[in-house]
């Protein structure tokens, strides 16, 4: 069991990492975020937020990203911007891999995931997509 930091960031290799179960704690829709999105010149017709937590883990592992719905294709894309958490990824040697590394393995992980298909039946029933 991985214990909270005084930092309050729960530290883990990539290999440990790999082996965490989540699933979908919340998501919503979020206007704001499709009309920065939009500006960007981003095809989307939908976008928001949502939060993955891990199974059965204490101290609970978060992890949360935006997401849009790409309009020509329909699929559930990551927003640009990142993936928040509550992880610091360390090395086998135990040292902190930092905030940047940590981040791009954090994404590479999640698309691993295949977060989109199970975001899909879970939330998009659910939410209003714009046609």
């Known amino acids: 069991m991985h214990t909270l930091a005084p930092d309050g960031l729960i530290r883990l290799t990539y290999t440990e990492l790999r082996c965490v179960r989540i699933h979908l704690n919340m998501a919503w829709s979020d206007m704001d975020l499709l009309s920065e999105l939009l500006q960007q010149g981003v095809q989307a017709t ?9 199974d059965a883990r204490k ?8 997401w849009y719905l790409y309009d020509p294709s329909g699929g559930i894309m990551l927003a640009p911007g990142g993936i928040s958490s ?18 791009r393995l ?9 977060w ?12 209003p997509i714009k046609q």
């Open 46 to 54: 939908d976008a928001g937020y949502c939060e993955y937590v891990s």
């Open 59 to 66: 101290p609970c592992i978060s992890l949360g990203w935006a």
């Open 86 to 103: 509550n992880v610091m990824l360390r090395c086998d040697a135990g040292y902190d891999l930092g905030a940047i590394q940590t981040g």
């Open 106 to 114: 954090l994404e590479s992980w999640i698309n691993e995931y295949d």
């Open 116 to 127: 989109q298909v199970l975001f899909a039946l879970e939330v998009m029933p659910a939410c």
